[in-house]
């Protein structure tokens, strides 16, 4: 585990989060959320879980971000929340 | 209301930042005496998954021999989750309007060509990923993945309707199915073959040219991580595909 590594990463993972969730525009929430999966995903990397990030990075930041596209062309864009 | 719930959140979060933090019995990262890598079952892995499956990957050989029964019913969960998106979002339409082409939904030159280069190079990459599975990181819920993927973009690109042209909706139900009958066919082999469920060493009597059961496991996982494949590639391509029309399966996004 090298600190700066993981301080860089988790500067960015937080709010990002924070800011998925806080979101109005949901089309802008699911792109905030492959980003966050994407953050994800290199932290798993940088703790040596190389197999977990690679799901990560394909299923996380790859695929669930279209299907959630996906879906919001058919439904709303803005959360009523 | 919003603050109470953000107070509630922020304390929990509190609790559990105190809890993996500042307590003396919570390991730290990456510690040998943390419980489980003291545990006897991980000393077994680490010390004889390359003499029981000679597969280097420890990864690969604990996700599809060691605890197959997961990673099968796993693939079942997926292909549940295709079932399920089909039966609560498909619709029929009997003798249904035909499409409008207009302008818009002509596929763009520069999108398309781009991905006419594209899509190759992401399907050979995602059949390295599943045979490299063994001794890098990646295998079959991956590489399946990364194949979908690669079908989703043909329907991104130009549209729903080239891409059910050249992987239509039942042939994507029935290779999924076809994923989980060859997992669960290494099973039953080992049944026949005198074996439990799963348990592939045995196998080495039938498969030509593989003499230890060492060996027979190896290409056996490899067998089963193409079985998950088949079933991730198509239940990921049909939800996409259910999702983006609701539930028409023509036209798209």
């Keep these: 585990m090298i600190f700066a590594f993981d301080f860089i990463i988790l500067l960015f993972l937080i709010p990002v989060a924070i800011v998925a969730l806080q979101l109005k525009d949901l089309l802008a929430a699911a792109m905030v959320f492959g980003i966050y999966s994407f953050l994800m995903c290199l932290l798993w990397a940088e703790m040596g879980a190389v197999d977990v990030a690679f799901t990560e990075a394909a299923v996380g930041a790859g695929v669930s971000a279209v299907f959630m596209i996906a879906t919001i062309f058919n439904t709303k864009r803005n959360s009523s929340d | ?253």
């Design chain 2, 1 to 253: 209301m919003k603050k109470l719930a953000g107070i509630v959140v922020f304390t929990v979060g509190l609790i559990l930042l105190y809890g993996v933090s500042s307590l003396d019995d919570f390991p730290s990262w990456g510690t040998p005496d943390s419980p489980a890598n003291k545990s006897p079952l991980s000393q077994y892995f680490i010390k004889n998954t390359i003499v029981d499956t000679e597969v280097p990957n420890m990864v690969t050989a604990v996700l599809a021999d060691y605890r197959g029964y997961d990673t099968m019913f796993e693939t079942v969960v997926i292909f549940v989750a295709g079932l399920g998106i089909f039966a609560v979002v498909r619709v029929f339409e009997h003798g249904g309007a035909s499409r409008v082409v207009t302008a818009d939904t002509k596929p763009d030159i520069i999108i398309t060509n781009t991905c006419r280069l594209l899509i190759p190079l992401i399907q050979l990459f995602a059949l390295y990923v599943l045979a490299h599975g063994h001794s890098s990181p990646g295998g079959g819920f991956q590489g399946g993945v990364i194949m979908g993927a690669s079908f989703i973009l043909v329907a991104l690109a130009w549209d729903l309707d080239i891409a059910l042209k050249r992987f239509s909706e039942k042939q994507a139900f029935i290779c999924s199915g076809i994923g989980i009958l060859i997992y669960a066919g290494f099973g039953l082999a080992s049944v026949f073959l005198g074996e439990e469920f799963l348990n592939y060493g045995i196998i080495h009597k039938i498969l030509p040219g593989v003499d230890s059961p060492e060996m027979a496991r190896y290409y056996a996982m490899l067998g089963v991580e193409i079985g998950v494949m088949f079933t991730v590639t198509s239940i990921m391509f049909l939800i996409y595909g259910l999702l983006a029309t609701r539930g028409k399966m023509t036209a798209g996004l």
